[in-house]
């Protein structure tokens, strides 16, 4: 039934993805046990995503699935267990106002297990300053659409030196426009087109820290 | 200095040493394909050294070049700094203007009206008894009651009326006197109608006596080295602390020089031109006057002026009558322009019956809905896919470029100029798309078919275009040994991906619109195409693939340069610019890029109709 469930998730068969995750809670799982599952059936879909077979339109059909999933399991899930997760900060950068690229990005690390924290969009560097520095978020995302905002995404790159907390947090830009010029322009320290590929930094970032910590 | 020779033009010049090759051909005049204004983003630029360099490809090279290409001696026009003399082969971009000014017949009827107009006065000659000044004399014989004091026409005024023997023809502009003419020159009397595209600049020469068009030129225009999108222009005018005054001389001086060609082939001088109007994006007009871009780039897409403005020709430096009057049409939003305005004039769109939807399809797809006393306008981002750029085989509407795809047994293409293909233009990408759709190579989702029973019911030479390869699937166009590089010209997952991306914006506006409207698509009598792109691409096309809103293919109609031609019509009647200023006016802009329903229209309008 696992495996229905994890192929249900990635084929994004909404019905049958949503019946079996009752049938799993009434067979005895733990809520936490099909999260798994259907999490991993997510990075089946952008797997799938990230080598051209899925677009954006079954991204965002996965993230209603999943939605509905939560919708079921949430209020069965610990507290403690829900806030538990590494913090992300992400936004959209000052002087844009897209935000469809980001939040399938935040689904897919909110489904995942991180904790994002979405400054929604036309975000100045000093909120973005501000926030990681509240919450002490190891990873800052920074999503732009229009070319023309990249230049304030390196403001924020600036920023975060000048006031001594760029050794703190890995940044990484995201989004239509950016590419190995605009990591280089801007100092950032990951760019990605892909959301896909956006966890998969995320969890670079973690991998490469833990020995240190 | 070294010399930096280009093939096959055969231009010589000399640069410093350290210049790229691109920076050479700029300063030779040579035109290449580059969309992206040397970032190395876009791979276009591609050159032939003559001799083989001992520099290493850089990695932007090794991305878009093959190392076929490479060892051949290819590399980025963009990417190469020279050090010694050089010998260059270029692929120089064949530009087929006649692609936007070809068509031209005003479907508009209007009252013949333009504001300049000319008038024949015999003034009585001073005399010792009648000392009215020279000035005077001239105002009190036009018997209108607020002529103002025209200094520059003033200047050289006596010796004109004497050597006349005071028998002069007047321009005015309303009230305002714009020349002074020795005799009877009324049937001399000229305008220019002018259309500024990011990517063309096209300038009317019109007879505003009769009315009629003596001819138009059109030619690339010259900001195109900072970049080929408005978004470059602006960075450019931004950034560069002279950028804004570059980008204005730019402009102008690209329009001197048809204005030029159009005198000489007419036997006008440009003295005889007393009148511009002019369109053009929202970006473009600001550049034109010379207005700070910055602040349409990021949002809120903020706009010097929306107003219709207009200035001497000398300020602006334009080859005309120093004293005439040049007229820029308002523009209604950041991204909504005067050119839009244009197109919705020359289509009546404020008072003709029906519900009617024009859409200028381009980067920045414009569009207007026009209906139950309502005209909204919207802009959205499609992205550069239907010129071609973040295309893997991706070019212009020029020469060598596939335009029409069409799939039986085997692929049939159809190539602009008739010889072999170098690459693929927008409407070619959508007609590609929609043969692949109706073949059943691409699914309704955009994905390229993988699984074995669909493969089983491709014709063999079908199925033997598809492959994948290390960045994913493709289907081969037209294979390497009948194109003009050698490679083979493909259509890759990815470029599908950017067609549904940018067709995805075009449709979700018109559904916003619609919304807003509160009607279906099937209420719309008439789809109006407007621009170059709207006359080329295929109708049939278009709907399969979900670029328009579902209407029968006979409700579209392609209306041509309608921008230019709104432009023609502000020239020649004062009641059409008043029309055009009630457009601006009464027009509601939706602004898309915070509308949730906007987001919602568009991943709906990412996938194909489903194929019947």
Redesign the interface.
């Given at each position: 039934m696992k495996e229905k469930l994890l192929a249900a998730m990635a084929d994004l068969d909404e019905q049958t993805t949503l019946a079996l995750v009752k049938e799993l809670l009434q067979n005895g799982y733990t809520p936490l046990d099909i999260v798994e599952i259907c999490r991993q059936g997510v990075e089946l879909v952008g797997k799938s995503y990230s080598?051209?077979?899925?677009?954006?339109?079954?991204l965002?059909m996965s993230e209603e699935i999943f939605k509905g999933v939560m919708q079921i399991l949430e209020p069965l899930i610990p507290l403690d267990v829900q806030q538990s997760g590494v913090p992300i900060v992400m936004g959209t950068i000052?002087?844009?106002?897209?935000?469809?690229g980001k939040n399938i990005a935040i689904y897919l690390l909110r489904s995942h297990g991180f904790r994002v924290l979405d400054l929604g969009?036309?975000v100045s560097p000093a909120q973005f300053v501000e926030s990681v520095n509240a919450c002490g978020a190891p990873i800052l995302g920074i999503s732009v659409l229009?070319?023309?905002?990249v230049g304030?995404v390196k403001k924020v790159v600036d920023l975060f030196q000048e006031v001594g907390l760029r050794d703190k947090v890995k940044i990484i830009v995201g989004g239509?426009p950016v590419?190995?010029?605009v990591k280089e322009y801007t100092g950032v320290d990951y760019y990605t087109r892909d959301v896909a590929q956006a966890l998969a930094i995320c969890r670079l970032i973690l991998n490469d820290q833990r020995p240190h910590n | 200095m070294i010399s930096v020779t280009f093939l096959p033009a055969n231009k010589k010049v000399l640069v410093e040493a350290g210049k790229t090759i691109l920076q050479a051909a700029i300063v030779a005049g040579v035109k290449v394909e580059s969309a992206c204004g040397g970032k190395g983003t876009c791979g276009k630029c591609k050159a032939l050294l003559f001799e083989p360099s001992d520099m290493t490809a850089t990695k932007i090279e090794t991305k878009f070049l093959t190392p076929s290409e490479l060892s051949a001696g290819w590399v980025l026009a963009c990417q190469r700094p020279l050090f010694k003399d050089t010998i260059v082969t270029l692929h120089e971009q064949v530009d087929v203007h006649q692609r936007k000014t070809e068509f031209h017949t005003l479907k508009k009827n209007f009252l013949l009206a333009p504001s300049v107009h000319k008038v024949f006065v015999i003034l009585q000659p001073p005399s010792i008894t009648d000392q009215l000044p020279d000035w005077e004399r001239l105002v009190a014989a036009l018997d209108l009651p607020n002529v103002r004091f025209n200094h520059a026409v003033a200047v050289n005024l006596p010796k004109i009326l004497r050597q006349a023997e005071y028998r002069i023809t007047v321009t005015l502009d309303g009230e305002d006197v714009l020349a002074v003419e020795a005799g009877d020159t009324r049937l001399r009397c000229f305008g220019l109608a002018i259309d500024i595209g990011t990517t063309t600049v096209v300038a009317y020469l019109i007879d505003l006596g009769s009315g009629l068009q003596i001819g138009h030129a059109a030619v690339t225009n010259p900001q195109n080295l900072f970049g080929a999108d408005v978004i470059s222009r602006i960075n450019f005018a931004a950034i560069e602390p002279d950028g804004r005054r570059q980008l204005q001389e730019k402009v102008i001086a690209g329009l001197n020089g048809i204005i030029d060609k159009l005198c000489v082939s007419a036997n006008v001088h440009s003295h005889e031109i007393y009148q511009a109007t002019v369109v053009g994006n929202t970006t473009m007009s600001h550049l034109f006057l010379g207005l700070d871009p910055t602040y349409l780039a990021p949002a809120p897409f903020i706009p010097v002026v929306r107003a219709s403005v207009t200035l001497d020709a000398s300020t602006l430096g334009l080859n005309m009558l120093s004293t005439g009057k040049v007229t820029v049409l308002p523009n209604i939003a950041g991204y909504v322009g005067s050119d839009t305005v244009g197109v919705a004039l020359a289509a009546d769109m404020l008072s003709r019956p029906g519900i009617l939807l024009a859409i200028d399809i381009g980067t920045n797809g414009e569009m207007i809905l026009a209906g139950q006393n309502k005209l909204l306008t919207c802009s959205t981002a499609a992205g550069p896919a239907f010129e071609g750029a973040e295309i893997k085989c991706g070019m212009r509407a020029a020469e060598g470029a596939i335009e029409g795809v069409s799939l039986e047994t085997d692929v049939q293409l159809t190539v602009i100029g008739n010889v072999l293909p170098r690459g693929i233009c927008g409407s070619g990408l959508i007609d590609a798309v929609a043969a692949l759709l109706k073949a059943h190579v691409i699914d309704s989702s955009g994905r390229l078919v993988y699984k074995p029973e669909q493969l089983a019911n491709l014709p063999e030479q079908i199925r033997s275009r598809l492959r994948q390869k290390e960045h994913g699937r493709e289907f081969v166009l037209a294979w390497g040994r009948s194109t003009v590089s050698g490679e083979d010209i493909v259509l890759t997952q990815k470029d599908i991906r950017e067609l549904q991306l940018a067709k995805g914006a075009i449709l979700a506006g018109v559904k916003i619109l619609l919304h807003e409207m509160n009607i279906s698509s099937d209420e719309i009598d008439q789809v109006l195409l407007a621009g170059a792109f709207g006359n080329y691409i295929n109708k049939a096309s278009a709907l399969d693939i979900g670029l328009l809103p579902q209407v029968s293919p006979e409700r579209i109609q392609a209306i041509g340069n309608a921008a230019g031609d709104g432009a023609i019509l502000a020239l020649l009647s004062v009641q059409e610019r008043e029309q055009a200023l009630n457009i601006a006016q009464q027009a509601t802009h939706i602004e898309l890029s915070n509308s949730q329903n906007f987001q919602e229209e568009f991943v709906n309008a990412l996938v194909f109709p489903n194929n019947k």
């Amino acid at each position: 039934m696992k495996e229905k469930l994890l192929a249900a998730m990635a084929d994004l068969d909404e019905q049958t993805t949503l019946a079996l995750v009752k049938e799993l809670l009434q067979n005895g799982y733990t809520p936490l046990d099909i999260v798994e599952i259907c999490r991993q059936g997510v990075e089946l879909v952008g797997k799938s995503y990230s080598e051209g077979d899925y677009f954006l339109a079954d991204l965002v059909m996965s993230e209603e699935i999943f939605k509905g999933v939560m919708q079921i399991l949430e209020p069965l899930i610990p507290l403690d267990v829900q806030q538990s997760g590494v913090p992300i900060v992400m936004g959209t950068i000052e002087g844009d106002i897209h935000d469809l690229g980001k939040n399938i990005a935040i689904y897919l690390l909110r489904s995942h297990g991180f904790r994002v924290l979405d400054l929604g969009v036309d975000v100045s560097p000093a909120q973005f300053v501000e926030s990681v520095n509240a919450c002490g978020a190891p990873i800052l995302g920074i999503s732009v659409l229009l070319s023309f905002c990249v230049g304030t995404v390196k403001k924020v790159v600036d920023l975060f030196q000048e006031v001594g907390l760029r050794d703190k947090v890995k940044i990484i830009v995201g989004g239509y426009p950016v590419d190995e010029q605009v990591k280089e322009y801007t100092g950032v320290d990951y760019y990605t087109r892909d959301v896909a590929q956006a966890l998969a930094i995320c969890r670079l970032i973690l991998n490469d820290q833990r020995p240190h910590n | 200095m070294i010399s930096v020779t280009f093939l096959p033009a055969n231009k010589k010049v000399l640069v410093e040493a350290g210049k790229t090759i691109l920076q050479a051909a700029i300063v030779a005049g040579v035109k290449v394909e580059s969309a992206c204004g040397g970032k190395g983003t876009c791979g276009k630029c591609k050159a032939l050294l003559f001799e083989p360099s001992d520099m290493t490809a850089t990695k932007i090279e090794t991305k878009f070049l093959t190392p076929s290409e490479l060892s051949a001696g290819w590399v980025l026009a963009c990417q190469r700094p020279l050090f010694k003399d050089t010998i260059v082969t270029l692929h120089e971009q064949v530009d087929v203007h006649q692609r936007k000014t070809e068509f031209h017949t005003l479907k508009k009827n209007f009252l013949l009206a333009p504001s300049v107009h000319k008038v024949f006065v015999i003034l009585q000659p001073p005399s010792i008894t009648d000392q009215l000044p020279d000035w005077e004399r001239l105002v009190a014989a036009l018997d209108l009651p607020n002529v103002r004091f025209n200094h520059a026409v003033a200047v050289n005024l006596p010796k004109i009326l004497r050597q006349a023997e005071y028998r002069i023809t007047v321009t005015l502009d309303g009230e305002d006197v714009l020349a002074v003419e020795a005799g009877d020159t009324r049937l001399r009397c000229f305008g220019l109608a002018i259309d500024i595209g990011t990517t063309t600049v096209v300038a009317y020469l019109i007879d505003l006596g009769s009315g009629l068009q003596i001819g138009h030129a059109a030619v690339t225009n010259p900001q195109n080295l900072f970049g080929a999108d408005v978004i470059s222009r602006i960075n450019f005018a931004a950034i560069e602390p002279d950028g804004r005054r570059q980008l204005q001389e730019k402009v102008i001086a690209g329009l001197n020089g048809i204005i030029d060609k159009l005198c000489v082939s007419a036997n006008v001088h440009s003295h005889e031109i007393y009148q511009a109007t002019v369109v053009g994006n929202t970006t473009m007009s600001h550049l034109f006057l010379g207005l700070d871009p910055t602040y349409l780039a990021p949002a809120p897409f903020i706009p010097v002026v929306r107003a219709s403005v207009t200035l001497d020709a000398s300020t602006l430096g334009l080859n005309m009558l120093s004293t005439g009057k040049v007229t820029v049409l308002p523009n209604i939003a950041g991204y909504v322009g005067s050119d839009t305005v244009g197109v919705a004039l020359a289509a009546d769109m404020l008072s003709r019956p029906g519900i009617l939807l024009a859409i200028d399809i381009g980067t920045n797809g414009e569009m207007i809905l026009a209906g139950q006393n309502k005209l909204l306008t919207c802009s959205t981002a499609a992205g550069p896919a239907f010129e071609g750029a973040e295309i893997k085989c991706g070019m212009r509407a020029a020469e060598g470029a596939i335009e029409g795809v069409s799939l039986e047994t085997d692929v049939q293409l159809t190539v602009i100029g008739n010889v072999l293909p170098r690459g693929i233009c927008g409407s070619g990408l959508i007609d590609a798309v929609a043969a692949l759709l109706k073949a059943h190579v691409i699914d309704s989702s955009g994905r390229l078919v993988y699984k074995p029973e669909q493969l089983a019911n491709l014709p063999e030479q079908i199925r033997s275009r598809l492959r994948q390869k290390e960045h994913g699937r493709e289907f081969v166009l037209a294979w390497g040994r009948s194109t003009v590089s050698g490679e083979d010209i493909v259509l890759t997952q990815k470029d599908i991906r950017e067609l549904q991306l940018a067709k995805g914006a075009i449709l979700a506006g018109v559904k916003i619109l619609l919304h807003e409207m509160n009607i279906s698509s099937d209420e719309i009598d008439q789809v109006l195409l407007a621009g170059a792109f709207g006359n080329y691409i295929n109708k049939a096309s278009a709907l399969d693939i979900g670029l328009l809103p579902q209407v029968s293919p006979e409700r579209i109609q392609a209306i041509g340069n309608a921008a230019g031609d709104g432009a023609i019509l502000a020239l020649l009647s004062v009641q059409e610019r008043e029309q055009a200023l009630n457009i601006a006016q009464q027009a509601t802009h939706i602004e898309l890029s915070n509308s949730q329903n906007f987001q919602e229209e568009f991943v709906n309008a990412l996938v194909f109709p489903n194929n019947k």
